[in-house]
């Protein structure tokens, strides 16, 4: 989670009304009443009420409401299945129904992407998660020994929140959660010396529940925390890596922040390199894969890839939130007919691919609902050269 954005004032305090216009895509209603624009989480169109301002900037603020400061509720609106909803800053649709969901981040993410493509209106294909909770894999939570709390950090006050209830976890996962709550002395579970930190629980492939305690996130290796959606986008890529190239004969792979080939794995290629920091973890590689430890954020990143790859047809690249500025020197280097950009960020996916057009053309547009109850959601992005 993170906190408010930077250059803010906190703590304001302030009493406003407010009036819903829309959902913005961090899936905040957004209300023009006042001066400033403000950002709502937990609202939805049409509804009016009082918020207290917690931050401002000379432009904008942001406020809380509750349910009971809401005066004229929307139609939409629904009771959310998490006993934590209210005061947890974890998830941002449980207010309302899936498919209102689904439209606040299409919406959302057809904005992000409107000056992508402006000549023609963007299709974007929905892919919707099969479970909106109870699906996640893996758990952080943070820990204060002295104050002896344990779980999410508050957007709002950057304090901890308790979930003992949380239903976005697995079931397994759950009840590893409820057993530490229900630990009388939370402090004898840290076995590290830090007074604050964090715990990660995590479904591994042995199928079994493990703690990491200050570990980095995702110990082990990076996996997606939605298996089943996962699967899907496996599928996807496979899909369309096959359909566009059937035509192409078999081309040579470049898959960028490639984790442990989990995109890349089914494909068939003549060679494909798996890009990433890979420290002490290995991996065994498949008849085409190779993997290879390069930081793709270092200045020399790219003589250090020319060295090790000559050639790529196919560019698969899937980045953290900060996405990848250095696509364009990429795509200058070895000139991918196709490329398939996967993201959890639909702005910094807008920034990079924004940066290598018109040389592409946007050829399709997915949207894979990873996140449920959430604002967040995974994006695969298809662009190439010569295949209109």
């Known amino acids: 989670m993170h906190l408010l954005p930077m250059g803010v004032m906190k703590n304001m305090k302030k009493t406003i009304p407010f009036h819903i216009k829309h959902v913005d895509p961090m899936g905040q209603g957004v209300s023009k ?31 809380t409401t509750t349910v009971d400061q809401i005066t004229l509720k929307s139609p939409e609106r629904i009771f959310p299945y998490c006993p934590h909803y209210e005061i947890c800053s974890g998830c941002h649709y449980q207010h309302t129904n899936y498919e209102n969901e689904i439209t606040f981040k299409k919406n959302g993410l057809s904005w992000l992407l409107k000056n992508v493509c402006k000549k023609n209106p963007i299709q974007i294909e929905v892919h919707e998660s099969p479970k909106r909770n109870e699906y996640r894999n893996r758990i952080q939570l943070h820990y204060d020994s002295f104050g002896k709390q344990l779980g999410f950090i508050s957007r709002i006050t950057g304090g901890i929140i308790e979930v003992p209830r949380c239903t976005l976890a697995l079931p397994q996962i759950q009840m590893e959660i409820r057993q530490l709550y229900e630990n009388g002395d939370r402090s004898s579970i840290f076995s590290d010396e830090r007074a604050k930190g964090h715990l990660e629980i995590i479904i591994q492939d042995d199928q079994k529940v493990h703690r990491y305690f200050n570990s980095n996130y995702s110990h082990g290796g990076f996996t997606q925390v939605n298996s089943l959606m996962n699967k899907k986008l496996q599928e996807l890529v496979k899909d369309k890596y096959d359909f566009y190239l059937q035509k192409h004969g078999t081309p040579s792979v470049l898959d960028l922040f490639g984790g442990n080939g989990n995109l890349s794995r089914n494909l068939t290629s003549k060679s494909t390199a798996v890009i990433d920091i890979y ?23 790219l003589s250090k890839l020319s060295d090790m790859v000559s050639s790529a047809d196919f560019l698969l690249l899937d980045p953290p939130r900060s996405g990848f500025k250095g696509i364009s020197d990429l795509v200058n280097k070895y000139d991918p007919s196709l490329i398939f950009y996967v993201s959890c960020n639909p702005a910094t996916l807008a920034r990079d691919i924004q940066s290598i057009m018109p040389k592409y053309d946007l050829l399709e547009v997915h949207l894979l609902d990873f996140f449920p109850s959430t604002y967040h959601f995974e994006t695969l992005c298809i662009l190439g050269a010569g295949y209109k």
């Open 279 to 301: 420290r002490d973890n290995h991996f065994i590689e498949g008849e085409q894969q190779t993997f290879i430890d390069i930081n793709l954020y270092s200045k020399n990143f």
């Open 33 to 63: 009443l006042t001066d400033n624009v403000v950002f709502i989480p937990k609202t939805l169109p049409g509804e009016d009420g009082v918020a207290h301002i917690v931050a401002q900037t000379k432009k904008t603020a942001f406020a």
